[in-house]
């Protein structure tokens, strides 16, 4: 990995981008007071994160549009862990939603003993490792990536942020969860993503009418979250992320 010294620093063995984590947003993560209602969504970067900070905001609204008609994806949904959350996260009401790529064993201790609940979204790690390679041509705070074969390699062996896929995939696949944890893959989202709306409300114990698993369904697509731009990250500085090198919300599929 090039430049890691400038852009990364070291968390339990992991690589996280400066730009977004600070020794003191991980202290704040580390003794983070989880509370039952709590939502966690966790992903591997690449796999579905975004479309979740969507997805589960409206289905929290009853599908009202207003959260991501108003507010920044990583306002509605934060990032635990990453500084932004620091700030934002007293502005929640519950169920607080929240995302994350951080593996199980690193959760905050009061998460093992709380009852919030879990979404774990998987995505077939050849268009991960894709969408990953693209993603650091366009963001500044990640090193160039090379050739994509340069990148294959670094991925394979675990040397991007958040490590391992497949560590990251069997971390989770933890029994202890019961049925606080919900899978589900980005492929069947692609698939019948009013129906993965459906599952994830009746996870959460949320009853959508008919007309609203349409709505929430309609504002998640993949064209209608390109053309939002508090979803888009078109409204971040080009110099940290640069949409015309290739969009955040590239290709989706
Ligand atoms: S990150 O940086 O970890 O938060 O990235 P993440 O949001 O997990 O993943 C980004 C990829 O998810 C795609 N995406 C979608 N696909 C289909 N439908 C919808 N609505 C959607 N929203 C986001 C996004 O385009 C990235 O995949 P690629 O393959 O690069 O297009």
């Not at 990640?142 to 390699?153: A, C, K, Q, R, V």
Request: aromatic share 14%.
């Amino acid at each position: 990995m090039m430049d890691q010294g400038n852009l990364y620093m070291f968390y339990h063995g992991f690589c996280l981008p400066k730009l977004a984590y600070t020794v003191a947003s991980l202290k704040h993560f580390e003794s983070f007071q989880v509370q039952d209602d709590d939502i966690f969504v966790i992903t591997y970067p690449k796999s579905g994160t975004t479309w979740m900070q969507e997805i589960l905001p409206l289905i929290l609204s009853g599908g009202d549009l207003t959260p991501v008609l108003t507010l920044e994806c990583y306002e509605r949904a934060p990032w635990l862990g990453a500084v932004h959350a620091t700030k934002v996260v007293g502005k929640l009401s519950a169920p607080r939603p929240f995302v994350s790529h951080m593996p199980y064993h690193l959760m905050p201790s009061t998460f093992f003993s709380s009852k919030a609940k879990v979404i774990y979204i998987t995505r077939n790690p050849k268009d991960v490792v894709v969408s990953y390679y693209y993603f650091h041509k366009m963001a500044s705070y990640l090193h160039n990536p090379g050739t994509f074969e340069e990148f294959t390699d670094s991925f394979l062996a675990g040397n991007v942020m958040f490590g391992k896929w497949t560590d990251h995939v069997k971390s989770w696949k933890n029994p202890d969860l019961g049925d606080r944890i919900l899978y589900m893959t980005y492929e069947e989202m692609i698939q019948d993503l009013r129906g993965a709306v459906e599952r994830i409300s009746c996870f959460l114990d949320r009853q959508l009418s008919e007309e609203a698993l349409k709505r929430v369904a309609e504002q998640c697509q993949f064209k209608t979250m390109k053309q939002n731009n508090k979803s888009n990250y078109s409204l971040v500085a080009p110099k940290i992320m640069d949409n015309s090198v290739s969009p955040f919300l590239r290709k989706g599929r």
